[in-house]
Nanobody
Framework: QVHLVESGGGLVQTGGSLRVSCQSSGQILRIADMGWYRQSPGRQRELVAT???????VYADSVKGRFTIGRDNAENTVYLQMSSLKPENTAVYYC?????????????????WGQGTLVNVSS
């Protein structure tokens, strides 16, 4: 099995910065896309940013220029550096990853989510 664990969430003031990270574990052969999504109360989960295996990034319009996504392929980790945070960025941030893992000698595709980490931006 593959698991993702997020860390780094917390309370930050408007205009501040925060970095959340996501560590994957398991018998991973390859991770294709990794991404960050967020969900605030009463709203659907939405894309924040994704990064492909070759480093191509996609950002939601609302975070362009303020958030940066990056990954370490050797460590199978992804991070999200957030700056100029606003109260509307308050949400639970979830890490997502898809790729291939091996188990009992068989290669299988996976897509998994982390448990989420809360980012709370105070006004």
């Amino acid at each position: 099995q593959v698991h993702l664990v997020e860390s780094g969430g917390g309370l930050v003031q408007t205009g501040g910065s925060l970095r959340v990270s996501c560590q994957s574990s398991g018998q991973i052969l390859r991770i294709a896309d990794m991404g960050w999504y967020r969900q605030s109360p009463g709203r659907q989960r939405e894309l924040v940013a994704t990064v492909s295996g070759d480093g191509k990034t996609v950002y939601a319009d609302s975070v362009k220029g303020r958030f940066t996504i990056g990954r370490d392929n050797a460590e199978n980790t992804v991070y999200l550096q957030m700056s100029s945070l606003k109260p509307e960025n308050t949400a639970v941030y979830y890490c997502d990853a898809g790729g291939t893992f091996t188990r009992y000698g068989q290669n299988r595709d996976f897509e998994v989510w982390g448990q989420g980490t809360l980012v709370n931006v105070s006004s």
